[in-house]
């Protein structure tokens, strides 16, 4: 027998115990924090349970996370327009929907409401804002103050939260600052005839009654006359 600790003999119905190969399994698993978890499993299924039954809660999280679609990032509008921010989420539960606008200058909040639970639109915007079930916004007359960063947050009961974000930009076209021109132009246009119009009867008014005057006051003179005298106080 070779030196070193002696070899137990084998009982009845014993064999020669084989090391069996280990297999090693890696999983990630989704339970908010994103940890790598790695685990043995060494051909017992008992001991995958755990790691198991981690990888499905974290799966079913990420199928009731919160997801929000938003087709357009950029939006343009022109002043007066009407301006629909599209918009919709997913998520489990009653969710907490939120818009804000932040720009260069400021920051305020827009709306913030829960489906059928309240519903509240800041004094700003009272009476230019319409929400909609799928979380959209449609803007109401637009003013050069409203482009800036509109961003859309959504949170469900357990806390968890996600943003999007598109931006509105509104411009003040030239050509109706041109209309507003040709308008006052054509106003002031149309008072011009108006006082020359004017001008014009107050002058004839104005001969009848210098002609009538002169009849009450020369009655001896005669149509002619009073003709001949017209002519002569014309100009010279």
């Known amino acids: ?40 499993w060494d051909r017992n299924p008992d001991r995958a349970v755990l790691p198991l039954a981690a990888l499905c809660m974290g799966v079913i999280r990420l199928a009731h996370a919160v997801t929000i679609s938003m087709p357009e990032k950029s939006l343009m509008a022109s002043v007066e327009d009407d301006v629909l921010f599209p918009a919709e989420y997913s998520c489990s539960g009653t969710p907490t929907v939120q818009w804000t606008f932040m720009s260069a200058k400021e920051r305020r909040g827009v709306a913030v409401w829960q489906p059928g639970v309240y519903h509240n639109v800041s004094e700003e915007y009272m009476d230019r804002l319409l929400t909609h079930v799928n979380g959209s916004i449609t803007l109401l007359r637009v003013r050069l103050a409203d482009s800036g960063y509109y961003v859309l947050s959504v949170t469900d009961p357990s806390g968890s939260s996600k943003d999007a974000a598109m931006v509105l930009t509104v411009t003040e076209l030239l050509y109706e600052d041109l209309q507003y021109l040709c308008g006052f132009v ?30 009450q006051t020369l009655p001896e003179h005669t149509e002619m006359e009073l003709d001949h005298l017209e002519h002569d106080e014309g100009p010279q």
């Open 186 to 215: 054509a106003v002031l246009g149309f008072l011009a005839g108006v006082l020359m119009l004017s001008m014009w009867l107050l002058n004839k008014f104005y001969k009848r009654v210098k002609r009538w005057w002169r009849q």
């Open 1 to 40: 027998m070779p030196e070193g600790r002696a070899k137990r003999p084998r009982g009845q119905g014993e064999t020669e115990a084989q090391d069996e190969p280990t297999e090693t399994f890696c999983t990630r698993g989704i339970n908010g924090s994103g940890f790598l978890m790695l685990f043995q």
